[in-house]
């Protein structure tokens, strides 16, 4: 149990990041409470790190969970409590009685339902964690898609600019007499078929921007993400799979909470073992006769008599649910083993095709670009081979965008699968991106 409260401990450091302490202190709303922060008061630019921090504050599910954690313990404070004794009165034409009865749960009841409680809240802060984790990294890769999009619209306005160039040298040429007018209205419509396609990356920009918002319910909010998807450099020794696996066991969320689910259900049979037990009842009255001429007290014991009903059923749905929790632990343990076997060679894989492309095929994009303006210009090609250049150049700069972003998904999922993922200080993981990385 100390393993799933140390959990929930880690992830509240979330709320911890720097980006919250720039801002003004009125904004910092109560759990549960209304927030306080307008769109104006958020950072206009933010890396991954003040961005997690603001979606650990800001988020509405987030927001709710100590409202969830409060109810919790609000169920071990009912479930210690002893039941309430009862009054009765009674009147007879000779005499009048009234008493008091109080049920005594003998056999350790009270204790039972009260670790049961204990349980059920740590497996709830298990589950809270888990479902943490799960925003964060939805969070996490829209900050990545806003990325990848600032960096194409960068790439698209270059490109942008190199054609009205090339227009520039083309309209000289025909001037001169050494090209066609036929040679100015193709890269006139290469510049209308350029134009759209900016436009259209502008637009996709804006909607990754917006989805950055929405986590934050902040419509009116539009950040400029700031970092790089280019991974750091590779560790000198990366741990073996066997390491990585004995670590995740011990930090994975869904783990913990499958785990305290176990604990839950194994406390749960007890505990219904022992509620079957019967409760007495001790009940003492005072009876008095109507003209006061005498009085009595009365005391007495009743309990149930577990003749038909013996909780047979109860305690067998008890047995069921325990073991079917110990598959449910077998089933996470398992899927979660191959989850880091899969993210670790897609992370590898991923990384090489970078290396590979970054050393082969980037390096000769500008090359070929200054090539195929100068054959235009000698009179070695034409207009229809120099636009191909340029359009060849910018295909293969957006897919080595893409390719970034696929190396930095590859690189969060082997994160996650190693329970290593962010916390206050920076984005804990070997790729680097955002205002810190380790």
Known sequence: MKAIKSIAAAVALVSAGACLAAL?????????????????QLPASLGLVEYLALVRSLHPTLRAMPLRQRMEQADVQTAGTWANPSVHYGRKPEEKEWGVEQSLPIFGQIGMRTEAA?????????????????????????????????????AKRQAMAQLEQ??????????????SRYDGARVELQRAQMQVQLEQQEAQTLAARAALAELLAQPNWTPEAVGSLLPAKEAAQEPSFDA?????????????????????????????????????????????GRQETYGYNQVGISIELPLFD?????????????AQALLEEDAAQQQARQQLQQA?????????????????GLSQLAPLRQMAQDAYRLGQSSI???????????????????????????????????????????????????????
């Open 24 to 40: 003004p202190a009125q904004t910092s709303a109560s759990a549960g409470g209304p927030a306080a922060v307008s769109a104006a």
């Open 118 to 154: 204990k349980l059920a809240a740590a497996t709830g802060e298990a589950e809270r964690a888990a479902q943490v984790q799960e925003i964060m990294g939805q969070a996490a890769q829209r900050f990545a898609q806003l990325l990848l999009d600032q960096e194409k619209l960068a």
């Open 166 to 179: 090339a227009a520039k040298v083309v309209q000289g040429q025909i001037q001169l007499g050494g090209r």
């Open 244 to 288: 990585m696996w004995q670590q995740a066991r011990e930090r994975l969320a869904p783990l913990q909470a499958a785990h305290a689910k176990v604990v839950q259900a194994e406390q749960f049979t007890r505990q219904q073992a022992r509620e079957a037990l019967p409760t007495p009842t001790v009940g003492v009255t005072r009876v008095r």
């Open 310 to 322: 013996r909780k047979q059923g109860t305690i067998e749905r008890a047995r069921l649910e325990h």
């Open 344 to 360: 670790l060679r897609q992370r590898n894989l991923l990384r090489k095709s970078l290396t590979s492309f970054e050393s082969r």
């Open 384 to 438: 229809l081979e120099w636009l191909d250049a340029m359009d060849s150049v910018s295909s293969h700069q957006q897919e080595y965008l893409d390719l970034t972003l696929q190396v930095w998904q590859a690189e969060w999922q082997l994160d996650a699968a190693r329970g290593r993922l962010p916390l206050a200080g920076g984005v804990v993981g070997s790729g680097c991106i955002g205002a810190a990385c380790l």
